[in-house]
């Protein structure tokens, strides 16, 4: 079978600092004979560069924009392995430019954080959309392969973020907090581990309320629960199951606080 060899990151001797953006790329047939005289060649890292943008109607952008940080990590592939050589922290300039120097072949999801020039309880910057290479690299990966560069990118930040909430009850309406509430995306793509849009599920209280807060705009299931193990939230075929059973799939458009009730009868 075919194996992908990644080299650690080295030394750049040419260099004051300890550079890790020198990768090396190899496939091996692992046939149980023993392997000699391999040449790994170091190259440099991609880089991936673009720009900073706002989309507010409360908050205001800082107005040094190098204060925003945006980071790179590693996705699973397709055969659900993970492989990191130290994803890189992007160097963003005042007036919004970023840069990720030194990217390593790989695929990547893109997370960031704004400050914002003043406090309002309840509002925060939030991203929107990272639009890397054609790709939302907030919701999906983006894979990097070996010499190509990404420019022109989009990390657009908005401080309009979605709620969904409501009350749970039982099949003689009364409120109940026996149950948990799930609420995942529609879209199947988006259901592995770390996704934005893949809530944990959450427990009514004792007057059967729950809520869903800074949620991006999008389309979702609702359900509740009434055993799961803590793998179950990203587990395809258990999401798929709970989709089929009874979930009720709502519209959240962007900013908007959302009410949706549930009510128990032998399901949902």
Known sequence: ???????????????DV??????????????????????????RGMTMSGKIAYEGTTLQPPADLSRVSLRLTSAANPSGVSISINPSTAQVAADGSFAFAGVTPGRY???????????????SWQVKSAQLGGVDAADLPIEIKPGQNVTGGVLTFTDKVAEVSGTLSDAAGRPTSDFSVILFPVEKSLWYQRSRRLKAPVRTGTDGKFRFSNLPAGDYYL??????????????AFLDQ???????????????????????????
Not at 24 to 31: E, G, I, R, T
Not at 109 to 123: D, K, Q, R
Not at 242 to 268: C, H, M
């Open 1 to 15: 079978k075919q194996k992908t060899a990644y080299e650690i990151p080295k030394r750049d001797w040419n260099s």
């Open 18 to 43: 300890c550079s890790s953006d020198l990768w090396a790329l190899a496939d091996l047939s692992v046939n149980g004979v023993d392997q000699s005289g391999l040449v790994l060649r170091l190259e």
């Open 109 to 123: 999801l893109l997370t960031a954080t704004s400050p914002s020039e003043m406090s309002v309880p309840g509002v």
């Open 223 to 236: 359900a509740a629960l009434t055993d799961f193990e803590p793998s179950d939230v990203s587990n395809p």
């Open 242 to 268: 709970i989709a089929a059973t009874g979930a009720i799939k709502i519209t959240v458009p962007e900013g908007e606080k959302k009410t949706q009730d549930l009510k128990l009868a032998g399901g949902i």
